[in-house]
């Protein structure tokens, strides 16, 4: 029975890993198409009101493009150091995970939200999801620091639940679009708020029954 419970786990495992390395690779594909620095690609090309009008918005940009991904990497790596018995690992891909959204990712995320498409049901949903972004990271960061490693992991994990967001969104909102094609910028309004809270209330859940 044991032996194959460690069997079922290991395929789960092996599952949850290539699955992330399958949307890695798709997201490390939509960051490609921002290098070298261009202002009509991509998601840009709907942003040229920004791009024209407020130089400084293709610098908090490229900062979340560029960061993010990064971000996504070291995260899924911590998360991994169980399995692998890398404690420095985890430790050093902890930091890097901590120090890019409180300095660069969340910030540039919350400045770009108030530009998000959609009208303010889109922009007060992003500006949320960064806000909830930084603070979570943070909790998890003076979690570390007081030696409280059981809630630090706790708040690793909400932390990473609207990190993946990243993925999540863009799931929905190929999901949406194809059962429903509503109209582009009421896609914005439902996947603005899709792709972060069914994340949390899955973690919430998960942390409630000791799941991890």
Not at 18 to 46: A, H, N, Q
Not at 103 to 123: E, H
Not at 127 to 142: D, E, M, N, R
Not at 143 to 153: D, G, I, P, T, V
Request: with cysteine.
């Amino acid at each position: 029975m044991l032996s194959v419970k460690k069997n079922v786990l290991s395929i789960s495992k092996i599952l949850l890993i290539l699955g992330f390395g399958y949307f890695f690779w798709l997201m490390l594909k939509i960051t490609l198409e921002y290098i070298p620095f261009r202002k009509d690609v991509s998601f840009l090309m709907i942003k040229q009101t920004e791009v024209i009008e407020r130089p400084e918005y293709l610098y908090f940009f490229y900062t979340h493009v560029y960061t993010s991904i990064f971000v996504l990497l070291s995260g899924f790596s911590a998360i991994l150091r169980k399995d692998f018995r890398l404690k420095n690992f985890h430790k050093n891909a902890g930091k890097i995970y901590i120090f890019l959204i409180l300095l660069f990712a969340a910030p540039s995320g919350i400045y770009m939200g108030i530009f998000a498409n959609g009208g303010i049901y889109s922009k007060i949903s992003f500006v949320i999801l960064g806000c909830l972004w930084w603070f979570s990271t943070f909790k998890a960061y003076q979690l570390a620091r007081q030696k409280n490693f059981k809630e630090h992991k706790q708040w690793m994990w909400r932390s990473f639940a609207l990190t993946v967001s990243a993925i999540t969104l863009r799931m929905w909102k190929v999901i949406i679009v194809y059962l429903f094609h509503p109209n582009p910028m009421d896609v914005y309004q439902i996947i603005a708020w899709m792709g972060w809270i069914p994340n949390i209330i899955l973690i919430e859940y998960l942390i409630t029954k000791k799941c991890i």
